[in-house]
């Protein structure tokens, strides 16, 4: 089945702690996301890929960090910088190209709480 | 640069009832415009899509959406609300951003079902 994984589902990080989050898919797309949802907002954009080595920072990148050194990999790292890392994090990819209606899909997501 | 608004943040019906979610954009040229669902801590998955081919968008589950341009606004119906139906409801409107696309998300409505 084609789709995209997150790990893990919950995490726990104390603070001052750098922390890890997984995003793979499968679906041999190009394009990369990286969403934050909090409660009573809609999803926020922290970073992007369309291609491999390559990512630009999105609406509330900082405090975060990303690598694209694999197609199928596009991990997200919150470091100890970001103040209220406390969230959904989730992960979306989709086809690159002149569509404006691409389809994103999306990972089951990561709960991040800060201890 | 474009915005979306859901008017309601939470709307409760019976089950059986007709289901009516408010959601209005602001664009400076045709939209393209998306409703995404998002049950309980899980990722989110695409409803329907309106891409200029009709002004009355099918869906999945039983679920439509008309694009009503003079009224700037694309709102989510369907005839008989079911159990399942309890979720987050997500519009999304596609905004250009250099050579791709991003999207803008709606705040959100929960959708709740009497029994």
């Known amino acids: 089945d084609g789709g995209i994984t997150q790990s893990p589902k919950y995490l726990f990080r104390k603070e001052g702690q750098n922390v890890t989050l997984s995003c793979e898919q499968n679906?041999?797309?190009?394009?990369m996301y990286w969403y934050r949802q909090d409660p009573g907002q809609g999803l926020r954009l922290i970073y992007y890929?369309?291609?491999?080595?390559?990512?630009q920072k999105g609406d509330i990148a900082e405090g975060y960090s990303v690598s694209r050194e694999k197609k199928e990999s596009f991990p997200l790292t919150v470091t100890s910088a970001q103040k209220n890392p406390t969230a959904f994090y989730l992960c979306?990819?989709?086809?690159?190209?002149?569509?404006?209606?691409?389809?994103?899909?999306f990972g089951p997501g990561t709960r991040l709480t800060v201890l | 640069a474009q915005s979306v608004t859901q008017l309601d943040s939470h709307v409760s019906v019976s089950e059986g009832t007709p289901v009516l979610l408010r959601c209005n954009y602001s664009?400076?040229?045709?939209?393209?415009l998306f409703w995404y669902v998002q049950h309980p801590n899980k990722g989110l998955q695409l409803l329907l899509k309106?891409?200029?081919?009709a002004t009355l968008v099918k869906g999945i589950n039983g679920f439509e959406a008309e694009f009503k341009k003079s009224e700037t606004s694309f709102h989510l119906t369907k005839p008989s609300a079911h159990m399942s139906d309890a979720a987050e409801y997500f519009c999304?409107?596609?905004?250009?951003?250099?050579?791709?696309?991003?999207?803008?998300w709606g705040a959100g409505t929960k959708l709740i079902i009497k029994p």
């Open positions: 979306a990819s989709s086809i690159v190209g002149g569509s404006s209606y691409n389809e994103q899909f």
């Open positions: 679906l041999n797309h190009d394009a």
């Open positions: 890929s369309q291609i491999v080595n390559d990512f």
């Open positions: 664009s400076s040229y045709s939209p393209s």
């Open positions: 309106y891409t200029s081919a």
């Open positions: 999304v409107v596609s905004d250009q951003v250099d050579s791709n696309y991003q999207l803008i």
